[in-house]
């Protein structure tokens, strides 16, 4: 597969070959770009960009319905190279096709109510009889960074508000998992958007800084935050909105539903072998319900089939490559080394490391020092809701957390306290609505997601006083 639009001079020969995670096997490859093509592509998205600012909500939305239909169309195919590209399950990658056609379509919905305000001037005695009208115009090309853990969805985060709000994209996807990006790029011409508006660039972390220091107006990333943070550098004073992961917590009550609360931690943390910025890392259980919530949870952990992701009963397929999986099993080894006790799991086999729990995990042991993204389940015993959620707050992520419990005012007491971008109540940190503003504070993130909110954050604000 080749860069949808730049042309055979601005690519270099050398293709990015993209891997099969669980058989080693060659899935495809996309050609990498150049710096020239880099700056070649951005151009014509500024042209295209300039052209497409004048289109109507309506005409935004027809194209986008339309993108979803062909989504849905080719809604095997893509499953199939999701699951091939990047290691997810076949039924993980049906469910992100149908969430893919869900978030554009909401995108065509929210351009339609894309409104500004009017505002009088006259606020003060003896103040101008003169009304403010406030719009939201485009903000010309934004460039779309996604990684590899949803590289579908994500994208449609960022396409779909992108268009909605009348702007032009150019997408760079995870050299990882680059395929499903390169065919939704392509749906995009057959979906009747005009010539350029969507365009894709292959390539790794200098690709990246190259479309980030060229003549775009918004930078829109999806990764970790030392990534995040060199694209930031390298954009200078455009406007930035990233996604840059967490190190989530999921706290359980002595009233939870403590089989619900297992079923939820195993089902989000192991959901795409634990590759999920929201899901959950850190487990606090109250010391009251710990043993019987333990073995709840092991009892779950104990059905999650981990294996070839192709097969339709498997579970849980494998990480991303073997210096992920390499990663992941250095941590446990050094946190059991500093005390933490494995309760299930704790072994690998290639990139499928097993499920695994631990528990007597301390607070600095590397499992849940820092964002681990891999299929380890870290439990700590707490008896002090308070100094629980003290000792989440010294983070340096805050994206999401969870909680199980039906006492409201404990729930409330939480959520002022805790320093997060979103608490989820009876549920994990990983649950999202597409149309819901997702994100976090400290290094978790700038801005947020969410269609209706992105779509105004890619978006500038304009005043007319008459």
Do not use: W
Not at 385 to 400: F, K, M, P, R
Request: net charge negative.
């Amino acid at each position: 597969m080749n860069i949808t639009s730049a042309t055979p001079a601005v690519q270099r020969a050398l293709d990015l070959r993209v891997l099969n995670p669980f058989s080693g096997a060659l899935v495809g490859s996309v050609a990498q770009a150049t710096p020239d093509a880099v700056l070649a592509t951005v151009a014509r998205a500024r042209i295209a960009a300039a052209e497409f600012r004048a289109s109507t909500p309506a005409q935004r939305r027809a194209i986008l319905d339309s993108l979803a239909s062909l989504i849905a169309r080719d809604a095997e195919t893509l499953a199939q190279t999701i699951c091939a590209e990047m290691g997810k399950t076949i039924t993980e990658a049906r469910a992100e096709v149908r969430r893919a056609q869900n978030t554009l379509r909401l995108s065509g919905d929210a351009a339609t109510f894309l409104d500004g305000e009017v505002l009088h001037c006259a606020i003060v005695s003896g103040g101008a009889d003169r009304q403010a009208v406030v719009t939201l115009r485009p903000v010309g090309v934004v460039a779309a960074i996604t990684p590899f853990n949803y590289p579908l969805n994500l994208l449609c985060h960022k396409l779909g508000p992108s268009i909605g709000a009348g702007n032009a994209v150019v997408v760079k996807p995870s050299p990882k998992a680059p395929l499903a990006a390169d065919h939704l790029v392509r749906l995009c011409a057959e979906a009747g958007f005009p010539r350029d508006l969507v365009q894709v660039l292959h390539g790794g972390a200098e690709t990246a800084l190259d479309l980030a220091r060229a003549p775009i107006d918004l930078l829109s990333v999806t990764g970790g935050p030392a990534a995040g943070l060199a694209l930031k550098h390298a954009s200078g004073l455009v406007r930035c909105l990233m996604e840059l992961g967490g190190n989530d917590p999921l706290f359980v009550l002595p009233d939870a539903d403590l089989a619900a609360a297992a079923a939820t931690a195993a089902g989000h943390r192991y959901e795409i072998a634990g590759q999920s910025c929201a899901a959950v890392k850190k487990l606090y259980v109250h010391q009251a319900v710990q043993d019987a919530f333990t073995e709840a949870l092991l009892s779950r952990v104990a059905t999650v089939r981990h294996g070839d992701p192709a097969q339709p009963d498997t579970v849980m397929g494998p990480v991303i490559d073997l210096a992920a999986a390499e990663q992941v099993m250095e941590r446990v080894a050094a946190s059991v080394s500093m005390g933490a006790r494995v309760l299930a799991g704790g072994t690998c086999d290639g990139t499928l490391v097993a499920p695994t729990v631990l528990d007597r995990v301390v607070l600095d042991a590397p499992v849940i020092a820092t964002e681990t993204f891999g299929p380890v389940l870290a439990m700590r015993g707490f008896h002090d809701i308070d100094a629980a959620v003290d000792e989440v707050n010294t983070s340096a992520y805050g994206l999401q957390a969870g909680i199980f419990t039906n006492d409201h005012a404990m729930i409330r007491r939480v959520g002022r306290r805790l320093h997060v971008g979103g608490l989820m109540v009876n549920e994990g940190p990983d649950f999202r609505a597409e149309h819901v503003p997702f994100g976090g504070i400290k290094t978790s993130g700038l801005g947020r997601e969410g269609v209706r909110i992105t779509m105004r954050e890619m978006s500038e604000t304009h005043v007319i006083i008459d």
